[in-house]
């Protein structure tokens, strides 16, 4: 279905004028025909009074015409269940009384921008309801879903937590309203989908061996290190799910991403052996061109001349020493080396 701009003319004012009108100047007649019947009980008396009734009875009709829209609302119009249009320029309107509005996820409260959905808010909230509700307007604003946590296993079978926020905004009334029986709870399901999708195909951390890109190479994608490609393709794969539904999705980001307490602390102890390895790689790289620099400016000065033995001993002491978890202590020699 393909959306139709309204370009009515904003005759919400004059309309109300006019029915307001309407009512004194049937007042006046129901007055009138009155006395009239009062002084000369006549048909014609007696018509302009049961005419005045009639009108009296059904000019509220005019009322039910009026619409007010503000800043980046919309409305869908329907005449007998037919599509008739949607406006969507702020402004006091007069359109068919018996023209509806359509909105399916009025009542839908999501954890997002838009709903209420803590206790705190809803009292607040159901004071101003007849105020400020209008279950026949769509919000044509920028809102932000937040998705509750998921728990996802990345492509080595590791159970994670993950959640995103996306923004979207409609930009198809008739698609949102028609193509889909409620289009909030239609992305919330498409957002976990894709989620699942595009999370599983990523390690958490990075990985050998790992083709996140898909042109069978391995490379250093991961979740944690590469969030802005992975939050690239999380938008484009909800913006594919929900293009029937007339929504745009605007930016996905990743808001909370852990490992599952199961495995937390697993996890964690891996870490930090890995950690420690690599630190002792360092210390022992560091130590061992030391020790080479050691023994090379020993024999460039000519200070002593060391056999192969006495140097696989200096070589020993000063590794130890450098590699040692403590502060070395030392030991003086008063005696010959030989």
């Known amino acids: 279905m393909t959306e139709k701009i309204l370009n009515y003319k904003k005759h919400g004012l004059r309309m109300l004028l006019l029915t307001l009108l ?8 129901i007055v009138f025909s009155g006395i009239s019947i009062a002084q000369a009980k006549t048909w014609w008396n007696l018509t302009l009074l ?12 005019l009322f039910c015409g009026l619409k007010i829209l503000k800043p980046q609302e919309a409305i869908v119009l329907t005449l007998f269940g037919k599509y008739i249009g949607t406006i969507k320029e702020s402004g006091y309107y007069w359109v068919n009384p018996f023209c509806s509005g359509i909105n399916p996820a009025y009542k839908t409260k999501l954890n997002q921008s838009g709903d209420v959905n803590d206790s705190a808010s809803r009292l607040l ?3 101003s309801a007849n105020i400020n509700a209008h279950p026949d307007r769509l919000s044509l604003k920028i809102m932000t879903l937040n998705n509750s946590r998921q728990k996802i296993n990345d492509c080595l079978g590791n159970p994670i937590e993950i959640g995103i926020a996306v923004t979207w905004r409609i930009v198809d009334t008739a698609r949102a309203v028609f193509h889909v029986d409620n289009y909030k709870e239609f992305l919330s399901l498409q957002c976990d989908s894709a989620l699942r999708n595009v999370v599983r195909t990523y ?6 061996n790992v083709d996140t890109t898909g042109d069978g190479l391995a490379d250093d994608g991961s979740l944690r290190g590469s969030s802005e490609v992975v939050a690239a393709k999380i938008r484009d794969e909800i913006q594919k799910r ?3 539904a007339g929504i745009e999705i605007m930016e996905a980001r990743i808001t909370y991403l852990a490992y599952a307490p199961e495995i937390a602390a697993v996890m964690l102890q891996r870490q930090q052996a890995s950690a420690i390895v690599d630190a002792r790689k360092m210390i022992v790289d560091g130590a061992v061109g030391m020790v080479e620099m050691a023994l090379d400016r020993l024999n460039e000065k000519d200070v002593v001349k060391l056999d192969e033995e006495r140097k696989a001993a200096m070589v020993s002491n ?3 020493v450098l590699c040692g978890n403590r502060d ?5 020699n008063s005696g010959s080396l030989y």
Do not use: H, K
Not at 203 to 208: E, L, N, R
Not at 328 to 332: E, N, S
């Open 328 to 332: 070395a202590q030392p030991i003086v």
């Open 125 to 127: 909230s159901a004071i």
């Open 242 to 244: 929900v293009e029937e």
């Open 50 to 61: 049961v005419f005045g009734f009639i009108v009296f009875s059904l000019a509220w009709i």
């Open 318 to 320: 000063l590794l130890v």
């Open 203 to 208: 390690p958490y951390d990075v990985a050998p």
């Open 22 to 29: 309407i009512y004194v100047a049937d007042i006046a007649l």
